[in-house]
């Protein structure tokens, strides 16, 4: 199947994405802010689950420079972008850094172990499920459908997958809409505790529409609910300075907390 595409500039040029035109799931502002939540300096493993094209992935990538990170993508045509994206010229400089695994995120067990996951291997894991409900919106897009529609134990499936793959005290992070709070603090269970969640906010004064979670392998640490993040400011609704920094990976967006256990 021919798919139509683009390459787009993130991070101010720093790295490019090659991307489906007019069908399946197109990267930008969540992929971004799910990126600046790995922070760091010192050398790190990084599994992006459900990594589509990579943005978020070569995103850390691009601000990190120590960090080896691993594109898990079930799709085969994401996958192909993905392993586009790598290739281009432009990435040239994070492509050693980078890999893709074409593999099913739900997977448990030795089934995963078999499709390349191994256990404990990861400092940080990173993902941007299909989170709509699956009636929320109806798309004859089968590839965006796939990428945008939540299936049932959704986020049981993945966190469970997380904590497998994550080593002691790693890090997992996501970003979701809000009405999945209950879903995700109940996967985490006893695999996760230190969740700390930001809610993000289009303007001052409006509804959260969307979630940003990051919760540590095997702690016991309390739940902390985060200063809101509000995205736009000013008539123009131009991004707030620190948003913007974070879209271009100018900043990173660390935990509160500083004891992992």
Same mark, same amino acid.
């Given at each position: 199947m021919t798919v139509a595409e683009t390459v787009d500039a993130f991070h101010y040029g720093r790295f490019h994405v090659v991307q489906p035109k007019g069908t399946g799931h197109r990267s930008g502002m969540d992929a971004m802010l799910l990126a600046?939540?790995?922070?760091?300096?010192?050398?790190?493993?990084?599994?992006d689950l459900g990594a589509g094209?990579? =943005?978020?992935?070569?995103?850390? =990538? =691009?601000?990190?420079?120590?960090?080896?990170?691993?594109?898990?993508?079930?799709?085969?045509?994401?996958?192909? !972008?993905?392993?586009?994206?790598i290739a281009l010229e432009a990435n040239a400089a994070l492509a050693g850094r980078l890999s893709v695994l074409e593999a099913d995120v739900s997977l448990s067990g030795r089934a995963r172990v078999a499709a390349g996951l191994a256990d404990d291997v990861h400092d940080h894991v990173i993902m941007n499920p299909p989170f709509n409900d699956g009636a929320d919106r109806r798309?004859?897009?089968?590839?965006?459908?796939?990428?945008?529609?939540?299936?049932?134990?959704? !986020?049981?499936?993945?966190?469970?997958?997380?904590?497998?793959?994550?080593?002691?005290?790693?890090?997992?992070?996501l970003i979701a809409r809000p009405?999945?709070?209950?879903?995700?603090?109940?996967?985490?269970?006893?695999r996760f505790g230190g969740i700390e969640?930001?809610?993000?906010?289009?303007?001052?004064?409006?509804?959260?529409?969307?979630?940003?979670?990051?919760?540590?392998?095997?702690?016991?640490?309390?739940?902390?609910?985060?200063?809101?993040?509000?995205?736009?400011?000013?008539?123009?609704?131009? !991004?707030?300075? !620190?948003?913007?920094?974070?879209?271009?990976?100018?900043a990173s967006y660390p935990r509160l907390s500083k004891t992992r256990i």
């Open positions: 600046a939540l790995v922070a760091g300096e010192g050398p790190m493993r990084v599994a094209a990579g =943005a978020a992935g070569l995103a850390v =990538a =691009a601000r990190i420079a120590k960090a080896d990170v691993l594109l898990v993508e079930r799709s085969a045509l994401m996958a192909d !972008f993905a392993r586009k994206s798309t004859p897009d089968a590839l965006k459908a796939e990428a945008h529609a939540m299936d049932e134990n959704l !986020f049981e499936r993945w966190i469970k997958t997380a904590g497998a793959i994550l080593k002691p005290s790693g890090q997992l992070s009405e999945s709070i209950a879903e995700i603090i109940a996967a985490c269970g006893r969640i930001t809610p993000i906010h289009p303007r001052a004064g409006e509804s959260a529409h969307r979630i940003l979670v990051t919760a540590i392998k095997g702690s016991r640490a309390r739940l902390a609910l985060r200063m809101p993040l509000i995205m736009h400011e000013g008539p123009q609704r131009a !991004f707030t300075p !620190f948003v913007n920094d974070l879209n271009n990976g100018r």
